[in-house]
């Protein structure tokens, strides 16, 4: 009898055994996948990163344009005023 449930004992180890390692299995697949995909975002954010990076630098052209077009409209409205100024005094 103690021959018997040592190997019940042997043979139900061997399931459990075989159990935990389709559940390991199981579990590695679906860390590799969460890997690809995590390789997958990391590539896409790195992506967006660059894009953003470039956005800025164009927003940052883009507002220095502004202000230049803007000094420079500023320059000439001062020169029109100058120049009404000047027109007024010779028309009296």
Do not use: C, P, W
């Amino acid at each position: 009898m103690g021959e018997d449930l040592k190997f019940i004992d042997f043979h139900q180890l061997q399931i459990e055994n075989k159990k935990h390692v389709k559940d390991i299995d199981d579990r590695n697949k679906k860390l590799l996948k969460l890997k690809l995909d995590s390789g997958k975002i990391v590539q896409k954010l790195n992506h967006l990163k660059k894009n953003l990076g470039e956005a800025i630098k164009e927003k940052d052209e883009l507002e220095r344009k502004l202000d230049d077009y803007q000094a420079n409209l500023h320059r000439k409205k001062e020169d029109i005023n100058k120049t009404a100024q000047v027109m007024n005094k010779v028309k009296k």
